[in-house]
């Protein structure tokens, strides 16, 4: 090969790489002017799809108010719970407003915003058995239902189960409800959020009543519920937390909480 060949050659190899250099790009140069939001839509009042076949909830409204703070365009994307962290992992999605806690085995995998609620869970029973208690030997020998792949779920099957319960998962917390109302569960642990207003206005919780006290466990139940991200998207971290600070600090946050709930989450 001639000399000028060989120069010739060389500078197109040089000038393919920096094409591909320029079209891939490190991922903290991306602008993210468009947001894919992953969130289940089987969690409500957090997020349930609509009548118009939309998302809608707490997670979604806090998800469009940082969306607006960071001028971005919010795409919503349902998917199943068991599937969010695939799917952001993967690359699908970009974000999951979900009530996802942070826990340190899911930090494992993903990255955490800073949290934007924070809510303990407890245990609620038919009102026939009012009377229990919701500590690990009071329900010895009971069957208990959970959410699979939530933080309810682990602590049921990590404590409750050790000391001789029963334990079954259900693909949505709703499922979970209808089994306890109908008599094929003793009790269901789920967030204290979910459970009261299911059990104050739908006709099914009518059936029931909460039984023991709040649970807080920090080493089950995680620091708050966040944003889930991917580890190397340390850019959009700073931005979805510098956003969850200033509709804290300009009344946005404590609108949308009103909007569901008659007491602080955060």
């Known amino acids: 090969m001639s000399l000028i060949a060989h ?5 197109l190899s040089l000038a393919v790489a920096a094409a591909v250099a320029l079209l891939c790009g490190p991922a903290s140069a991306r602008d993210w002017t468009t947001l894919r939001i992953g ?9 349930a799809i609509g009548p118009d076949g939309q998302l809608q909830g707490f997670d979604i409204d806090i998800a469009k108010a940082v969306c607006d703070r960071i001028k971005a365009q919010c795409a919503f994307v349902t998917q199943d719970w068991d599937g969010l962290i695939p799917a952001l992992k993967a690359g699908k999605i970009d974000a999951i407003f979900a009530s996802l806690s942070i826990t340190a085995e899911r930090s494992k995998q993903i990255a955490f915003s800073k949290k ?16 229990w208690g919701s500590s690990p030997e009071a329900l010895a020998g009971k069957t208990l239902g959970a959410q699979t792949g939530t933080v309810s779920a682990n602590y049921l ?3 409750y189960a050790k000391a001789g319960a029963e334990v079954r998962l259900y693909p ?3 499922e979970a409800n209808l089994d306890l109302a109908s008599g094929r569960l003793d009790a269901v642990l789920a967030d204290k959020t979910v459970l009261l207003p299911w059990l104050d206005a739908s006709d099914e919780g009518r059936c029931c009543q909460i039984i023991g006290q709040d649970i807080r466990n920090p080493e089950f139940f995680g620091a708050g519920v966040g944003a889930g991200l991917r580890k190397e998207d340390a850019e959009l971290k700073a931005l979805i937390d510098g956003a969850i600070d200033a509709i804290r600090a300009d009344g946005t946050y404590d609108r949308i909480n009103a909007k569901y709930f008659a007491f602080s989450l955060y």
């Not at 120069?7 to 500078?11: I, Q, V």
């Not at 934007?116 to 009377?131: H, Q, S």
Request: net charge negative; glycine share 12%.
């Open 7 to 11: 120069g010739r050659l060389r500078a």
């Open 39 to 47: 969130s289940e839509g089987a969690y409500p009042p957090f997020n």
């Open 116 to 131: 934007y609620y924070e809510t303990p869970a407890l245990f609620v029973a038919d009102k026939a058995n009012g009377g």
């Open 157 to 159: 099957e990590e404590v």
């Open 172 to 174: 949505t917390q709703t």
